[in-house]
């Protein structure tokens, strides 16, 4: 496994730019754009194999790694009253507060076209 594999790579398409944009949070600011999302890719770990480069040539510590397996939980603070909220509501829609946290948040990012 290369070391650039230990950082995660994003292309998606920007409204805002009319482009495909790539950038590897945590490792490096900014990114690249381009019409083409494979090429953007292309580019984008070419970039990233050259800012670790610049990391070790710098003699700096790279950052914790971004690309990581996921276990499928996380633990959330939402607060009292938050957490009474969705209990009731979860309850209201004859559903359990787990599988109704989830399908809500399925939702919501599905509304932010994430793939």
Same mark, same amino acid.
């Given at each position: 496994?290369?070391?650039?594999?230990?950082?995660?790579?994003? $292309?998606?398409? =920007? !409204?805002?730019?009319?482009?495909? /944009?790539?950038? @590897?949070?945590?490792?490096? *600011?900014?990114? /690249?754009?381009?019409?083409?999302?494979?090429? /953007?890719?292309?580019?984008?770990?070419?970039? $990233?194999? !050259?800012?670790?480069?610049?990391?070790?040539?710098?003699? !700096? =510590?790279?950052?914790?790694?971004?690309?990581?397996?996921?276990?499928?939980?996380?633990?959330?603070? $939402?607060?009292?009253? *938050?957490?009474?909220?969705?209990?009731?509501?979860?309850?209201?829609?004859?559903? %359990?507060?787990?599988?109704? @946290? /989830?399908?809500?948040?399925?939702?919501?990012? %599905?509304?932010?076209?994430?793939?």
């Amino acid at each position: 496994m290369k070391e650039s594999d230990r950082y995660l790579k994003i $292309v998606q398409w =920007s !409204e805002e730019d009319n482009c495909y /944009v790539g950038t @590897c949070p945590g490792l490096m *600011l900014g990114g /690249v754009h381009g019409d083409n999302e494979l090429e /953007v890719y292309a580019e984008l770990s070419e970039a $990233v194999e !050259e800012c670790i480069q610049i990391y070790k040539e710098d003699g !700096e =510590s790279l950052p914790e790694p971004t690309a990581k397996p996921y276990s499928g939980q996380f633990n959330l603070t $939402v607060g009292e009253d *938050l957490h009474r909220a969705l209990a009731i509501t979860a309850l209201q829609a004859g559903e %359990s507060l787990n599988p109704f @946290c /989830v399908n809500h948040l399925k939702q919501l990012i %599905s509304s932010y076209n994430y793939r």
